[in-house]
């Protein structure tokens, strides 16, 4: 038996939406939907049963490109929280189309989209969270919690690097390095001299007489430029005291 007249009318009309999302008219498709969607209604229940499936896609279709738009948007006004939300919800909804022969140039779109949102969150959230860190460290130094600012220093270095690869105005580049140097010279020098301290409270409670040697913060320049030698490379893992 045959497909009956309503049958064969949704059927074209999920066709013709089908076509326009493989030939990028995606606004179109979204205009067609409610009559696909009306036509839809009016199928008897068993052959609903057996299109639901093409409707459902065709609708997650068009939920992803309104997404990825969407989020365009917010990355452009900066809402951080209710991009992350939105870009967890088009990587879901995207990952079930990846063998539909008709979304290629969807999921191109919707790639392009992406990557650039996720670049803005990534970039945003470092720089949040860079100086959340960075106040952090500069604390922990003050309170002479030298082992806790390192790891503090160790996290603060993947938002510094995370930042260098997407910020593109160069003062800024500069004065996140400044923060950096400045940052790590303070460290070392308080800790050093912490520990000759400590030392030499020891040498003497022992009964020694010993001169320390007084720290040169000249030394500590020269640690930093391999240091950022070693950001600039990428090799962030291998940058400790």
């Given amino acids: 038996m045959g497909d009956t007249k309503q049958v064969k009318e949704f059927k074209e009309l999920l066709e013709k939406a089908n076509n326009y999302i493989k030939n990028k008219r995606f606004d179109d498709a979204i205009k067609l939907y409610m009559e ?71 999921l191109k779109y919707t790639g392009e989209k992406y990557n650039y949102c996720l670049n803005v969150y990534t970039y945003k959230i470092s720089k949040s969270e860079f100086k959340e860190k ?53 460290l070392s020098y308080k800790k050093t001299v912490s520990k000759a301290y400590e030392k030499e409270v020891k040498l ?18 020269d640690d930093f430029s391999k240091i950022r030698k070693m950001i600039e490379e990428g090799d962030v893992e291998d940058v400790m005291f």
């Fill in 36 to 106: 696909i969607h009306n036509s839809f209604d009016k199928l008897p229940l068993i052959r609903k049963d057996e299109l639901r499936k093409d409707v459902n896609l065709l609708y997650n279709e068009l939920i992803v490109y309104m997404d990825a738009n969407d989020a365009y948007l917010m990355a452009q006004e900066g809402d951080v929280k209710a991009l992350k939300e939105k870009l967890e919800h088009i990587y879901e909804l995207s990952l079930d189309l990846w063998n539909v022969k008709d979304a290629n140039e969807l």
């Fill in 134 to 186: 960075y106040d952090e460290a500069t604390d922990l130094i003050h309170e002479r919690k030298f082992d806790k600012a390192i790891k503090v220093y160790a996290q603060l270095l993947v938002y510094y690097n995370n930042l260098l690869k997407y910020e593109k105005n160069e003062e800024v580049k500069l004065d996140l390095y400044n923060k950096m140097k400045e940052l790590y010279l303070n």
């Fill in 204 to 221: 003497n409670k022992n009964g020694f007489l010993r001169k320390i040697e007084a720290v040169k913060y000249k030394e500590y320049k």
